[in-house]
């Protein structure tokens, strides 16, 4: 089932279904979007993997100390064709 606080309120409330409306948020109210294992996995590698040679996405670049914006895109990137490139080989690999 979809987490009604995301899919109803973009994550910025609770969605009390009763109502129907959007409760705000308090200032000690749990995450109403609690992140599953692959997102907390998907965070870290952009965060800390980078393929085009400069940290992750965190850190600087060699240009006046600019974030780089390119090094988020670029491990998309890598990743997703890792993932195609894994899936190919195991389909043609795969016995009959």
Sequence with gaps: M???NN???NCEGFYNAEEQICE????NSPDPCPATFWGNLGNWAMNNVSISG??????A???MGTPNTTTKDNTYLYVLI???VVGIIYFATKKK
């Design 2 to 4: 979809a987490n009604l």
């Design 7 to 9: 899919t109803m309120c």
């Design 24 to 27: 705000p948020l308090q200032a």
């Design 54 to 59: 400069v940290g992750g996405g965190n850190q």
């Design 61 to 63: 670049s060699n240009y």
């Design 82 to 84: 890792g993932l195609v």
